[in-house]
């Protein structure tokens, strides 16, 4: 935890159960930066559509840099666009990520796991694929997608709060 504190993690043929606070605040919009670029994962040209793609930019305080963060099942979240409501979607017959109205398939669902320094891994629940930048690209509008682990910190996110002053009252 960030306080300093350990925190008990599950685990069992069902999945990671977390024991103690939930990782994520279902009230909160989170960023998600890519480890290598330091930039934020966001949906193409801010697009409230289906099929939109999703890429990597500059920090631009735009609402499609945002993202919130449900729980769907036991240590598996829906991951939602604040812009547009719609969910992260990896689809199956490519490597693309889109955003797209959530129906609830594995291809919506993704675990994330811890990748060592505060980064996390986000791997689609559907084929267990990670969520990366696209061949490393470290310029904005580079394309993010799913593909095989490799450990590489392209696909590594620092996931942080899009409103620090955010408090959360339950």
């Not at 890519?34 to 697009?47: I, N, Q, Y």
């Not at 955003?99 to 980064?119: E, L, V």
Request: glycine share 8%; proline share 1%; aromatic share 10%.
């Amino acid at each position: 935890n960030n306080d300093g504190t350990m925190k008990k993690i599950v685990q069992d043929t069902t999945g990671v159960e977390s024991i103690g606070p939930a990782l994520f605040d279902e009230n909160v919009f989170y960023k998600f930066k890519a480890r290598h670029s330091g930039k934020l994962m966001e949906v193409t040209d801010a697009s409230t559509s289906n099929n939109a793609t999703i890429q990597q930019n500059s920090d631009n305080g735009n609402l499609a840099q945002h993202w919130k963060i449900v729980e769907v099942e036991r240590g598996v979240y829906q991951i939602i666009n604040r812009n547009s409501s719609l969910a992260l979607d990896a689809v199956m017959s490519s490597d693309n990520v889109i955003q797209y109205s959530y129906w609830g398939g594995k291809n919506q669902r993704w675990k994330i796991t811890g990748a060592g320094n505060g980064s996390y891994y986000v791997v689609n629940k559907g084929n267990n694929r990670m969520l990366e930048v696209y061949y490393a690209e470290t310029a904005d509008g580079s394309r993010i997608r799913h593909w095989e682990f490799n450990g590489k910190t392209c696909q590594m996110w620092d996931i942080i709060k899009a409103d620090p002053d955010t408090v959360s009252i339950n």
